[in-house]
T-cell receptor, first 114, second 113 residues
Framework: RKEVEQDPGPFNVPEGATVAFNCTYS??????FFWYRQDCRKEPKLLMS?????NEDGRFTAQLNRASQYISLLIRDSKLSDSATYLC???????????????WGLGTSLAVNP | EAQVTQNPRYLITVTGKKLTVTCSQN?????MSWYRQDPGLGLRQIYY???????DKGDVPEGYKVSRKEKRNFPLILESPSPNQTSLYFC????????????FGPGTRLLVL
């Protein structure tokens, strides 16, 4: 089983749609979770951290389910500019060395169509 | 402006010709790392550095070297590049103290013939 797994997509949705991505992780000791966004041929950029209680930033909502070991990203009212690849990132666990290591999913591709 | 810079952005070279990709950050970050990104394999860490003169191997260190003589700079050295090192390379930095948000450079596209 991969350490971090994502559905690669692509997800093709119309403008205004709501879309959700899930990401599963294998290390139950992981403590930090993130969603990054990567535009084609550009560098990844932090979209949002994921907190235990769930968190929202405008149209974006992130949730964590520790029992089932997955995190999710919900995008409401999709815009054309949301088209990108969304990378799930999880830290390596609570050991001193692993806590610093980030494990990256392969990404989920989203295309928002007019 | 807080940023991570990389140079060159694009490079075509031939097998065996030593090259260096520079990386510099102006945020006084302790932690820096190099990744390569390949289709179907995602981002893989090559080397990382927790501070000046402290470096360690990531997941795919073979064929690469790094150095961290100053806090702001973290060059990636390919002593004898091979075609399987053709890739998109990213440098990243983050603050220490448990802060894990990474800031990436714009990437370097390398083609080794």
């Amino acid at each position: 089983r991969k350490e971090v797994e994502q559905d690669p997509g692509p997800f093709n949705v119309p403008e205004g749609a709501t879309v959700a991505f899930n990401c599963t992780y294998s290390n139950s000791a992981s403590q930090s979770f993130f969603w990054y966004r990567q535009d084609c041929r550009k560098e990844p950029k932090l979209l949002m951290s994921v907190y235990s209680s769930g968190n929202e930033d405008g149209r974006f909502t992130a949730q964590l389910n520790r029992a089932s070991q997955y995190i999710s990203l919900l995008i409401r009212d999709s815009k054309l500019s949301d088209s990108a690849t969304y990378l799930c990132v999880v830290n390596g666990g609570t050991n001193a060395g692993n806590n610093r290591k980030l494990i990256w999913g392969l990404g989920t591709s989203l295309a928002v169509n007019p | 402006e807080a940023q991570v810079t990389q140079n060159p952005r694009y490079l075509i070279t031939v097998t065996g010709k030593k090259l260096t990709v520079t990386c510099s950050q102006n945020m006084n970050h302790e932690y820096m790392s190099w990744y390569r990104q390949d289709p179907g394999l995602g981002l893989r860490q090559i080397y990382y550095s927790m501070n000046v003169e402290v470096t360690d191997k990531g997941d795919v260190p073979e064929g690469y070297k790094v150095s961290r003589k100053e806090k702001r700079n973290f060059p990636l050295i390919l002593e004898s590049p091979s075609p399987n090192q053709t890739s998109l390379y990213f440098c990243a930095s983050r603050a220490g103290g448990g802060q894990q948000t990474q800031y990436f450079g714009p990437g370097t596209r390398l083609l080794v013939l």
